[in-house]
């Protein structure tokens, strides 16, 4: 479910086209449209606004000008915990470094 705050990815003619924040989600003053205010992430960031269907902005493709729109919420990756590192013990394998260190 996207919502304020959510990250999206917009596609357009299936290419990713943007990412945009959600600023805000109201009835549109027509029933059962809503007004999405988005915050495009570009340099400079610019401000949008589309008037859609809720189920667009849940994912349905919808079509603008003729060309096809898909909104997709972005989930952030999920960290990865690396394991504790076993003692050393006799024939254990070292990491060896790819990048070499700097001496000062």
Not at 9 to 32: H, N, S, T, W
Not at 87 to 96: D, L, M, N, Q, T
Request: charged share 30%.
């Amino acid at each position: 479910m996207t919502d304020r705050g959510d990250v999206i990815l917009v596609y357009i003619e299936d290419q990713p086209a943007f990412f945009g924040r959600v600023e805000d989600m109201l009835p549109d003053i027509k029933p059962g449209w809503v007004r999405l205010k988005f915050l495009i992430l570009q340099v400079p960031p610019t401000l949008g606004e589309w008037i859609l269907r809720p189920e667009y902005v849940q994912g349905n493709e919808f079509s603008m000008g003729g060309r096809k729109v898909k909104i997709e919420k972005v989930v952030a990756p999920v960290e990865v915990q690396e394991p504790e590192p076993e003692p050393e013990s006799p024939g254990a394998r070292k990491v060896i470094p790819l990048r070499k260190e700097r001496k000062p």
